[in-house]
């Protein structure tokens, strides 16, 4: 369904403070996505996941590489020609309270994508259509039609909102959506069901998921098995099936987030188990080796001067960024592996 090959973004700013300053959001990151498939992206806040997901929906536009849906390469179409190829893939964002409009009910927030739809394919426009295909939407969702299509968004809880919002990306019979961090923002408690939601439109309707996020555990349950790509600033540094990663984890940065992952009797110190970066990240720090080395604490003079490739380990077909591979079991693999 989609093939991303290098694609690159970079950000140029000046301030008054800070000077001219150079930002590289995404290096060269390539994947595949099959239809009715899975991927997930996971790294920490800042690392480039919405910025690739942006890009995905046509929200953003990227600087070099090749973005590829259906076998068409859309950097060589017109914005206009280009327009119908984004539409297949809609993004489900983050902040669910954001992404509503407050002064609309939750029926006008579901009708004007719904008609538009109609237009194009020649289906029900009328008022009485509109409002039958956004209740039916709504049930899949898992919502009650009659208690939700009339309130505000602001009378609705976390969960409802995200829900409404899954609906509201499916008005235009979607092929492909991007979840940037579905459920970060919503209660642990509902958590779990909006996972499940995702994981039932795989199923029920072929739909392709990205999914983006910073935690190891959800994108094993939504992207079982599909392939899992850990990115640190702007760079795939490991990628594999989802189990291969979690359970053998081989670069540094993915060993520190699984370590990272707290367990039931606390956050212990880094010890043979759990691993940590040696400082926080610092953008500013510019290196010509190995993104992670000045966190890393394995790095040695050739990780400072020369920057690794991904490259295959062993048969499994996992690929790693790191000059000394090694896997190591980590503390969170267990909680990963259980996923919710």
């Known amino acids: 369904m989609i093939e991303a090959r290098g694609i690159t973004r970079t950000y140029h700013s000046r301030g008054a403070f800070t000077g001219e300053r150079t930002v590289h959001a995404l290096r060269g990151v390539d994947f595949t996505l ?8 996971i790294g920490e806040s800042g690392c480039g996941k919405t910025t690739l997901g942006k890009i995905l929906t046509g929200i953003e536009t990227f600087d070099g590489g090749e973005l590829v849906v259906d076998g068409v390469e859309l950097s060589k179409l ?9 539409r ?15 002064t609309r009910t939750i029926e006008q ?7 538009m739809r109609a237009k194009e394919t020649g289906g029900a426009s009328s008022a009485s259509g509109v409002r039958a295909r956004a209740s039916e939407l709504l049930e899949l969702v898992g919502l ?4 939700v299509l009339p309130k505000y968004p602001h009378q609705l809880s976390g969960g409802q909102r995200q ?3 899954i609906a509201r990306a499916l008005t235009v019979d979607p092929e492909v959506l991007i979840a940037d961090e579905a459920v970060s923002m919503i209660d642990v408690s509902m958590r779990l069901g909006i996972l499940a939601l995702l994981h039932d439109l795989r199923e029920r309707l072929g739909i392709s998921l990205v999914f983006i996020t910073h935690d190891v555990a959800t994108a094993r349950y939504v992207g079982e098995g599909a392939e899992l790509h850990v990115i640190y600033r702007g760079q795939v540094i490991e990628s594999g099936l989802t189990d291969d990663v979690i359970q053998g984890p081989v670069h540094p940065y993915t060993q520190c987030l699984l370590s990272a992952i707290p367990i039931m009797r606390g956050l212990e110190e880094p010890g043979p188990d759990r691993l940590a970066p040696l400082a926080p990240l610092d953008e500013k720090v510019a290196t010509d080796g190995c993104l992670f080395a000045p966190r890393c604490p394995f790095a040695t003079e050739r990780c400072t001067a ?14 790693h960024a790191c000059f000394h591979p090694t896997a190591r079991r980590v503390v969170g693999v267990e909680i990963a592996q259980a996923a919710v």
Do not use: C, T, W
């Not at 964002?93 to 407050?102: F, I, K, V």
């Not at 009650?144 to 208690?147: F, L």
């Not at 490259?311 to 690929?319: D, P």
């Open 109 to 115: 927030i579901l009708g004007d994508p719904l008609r």
């Open 78 to 86: 017109s914005p206009r020609k280009r327009a119908p190829y984004f």
């Open 144 to 147: 009650e039609p009659d208690g």
């Open 34 to 41: 099959p239809k009715g498939g899975a991927v997930a992206f």
């Open 163 to 165: 829900r409404v919002v």
């Open 306 to 319: 020369e920057r690794p490739v991904l490259e295959a380990m062993g048969e499994s077909g996992q690929l």
């Open 88 to 102: 297949r893939i809609q993004m489900i964002h983050q902040d669910p309270y954001s992404a509503l409009n407050p």
